[in-house]
């Protein structure tokens, strides 16, 4: 069974930006028909979709988001990451990598999930 674990720092000043990788492991991100997403949660609130790499490399933005997020990967280390420009405090919240279908566009496999807090 897959499994997706994310790392990266827990505390973040404003206007910097934001760092995310996550390690995949019993899966390769280049194996057709898989799709890798990131999601966040701020407190309180729902999920937010942030984007997603498919297994060629092709990527995916949400509009509110299109202008300050990136996403890439390392094939040989099997991560792939997340990087939020010019955070703000409301960009505090939980975020998730998951593996989804090509098919479903579904996340089916999730990471535990880390906690980011924007604040100086």
């Known amino acids: 069974q897959v499994q997706l674990r994310e790392s990266g720092p827990g505390l973040v000043k404003p206007s910097q930006a934001l760092s995310l990788t996550c390690t995949v492991s019993?899966?390769?991100?280049?194996?057709?028909?898989?799709?890798w997403n990131w999601i966040r949660q701020p407190p309180g609130k729902g999920l937010e979709w942030m984007g997603v790499?498919?297994?060629?490399?092709?990527?995916a933005y949400p509009p509110s988001l299109k202008s300050r997020t990136a996403i890439s990967r390392d094939t040989a280390k099997n991560q792939f990451t997340l990087q939020l420009l010019s955070v703000t405090p409301e960009d505090t919240a939980v975020y998730y990598c998951?593996?989804?279908?090509?098919?479903?566009?579904?996340?089916?496999?999730w990471g535990q999930g880390t906690q980011v807090t924007v604040s100086s």
């Open positions: 998951a593996r989804a279908t090509t098919a479903t566009w579904t996340p089916e496999y």
């Open positions: 790499m498919t297994y060629d490399g092709t990527t």
């Open positions: 019993n899966g390769s991100i280049t194996t057709t028909g898989y799709a």
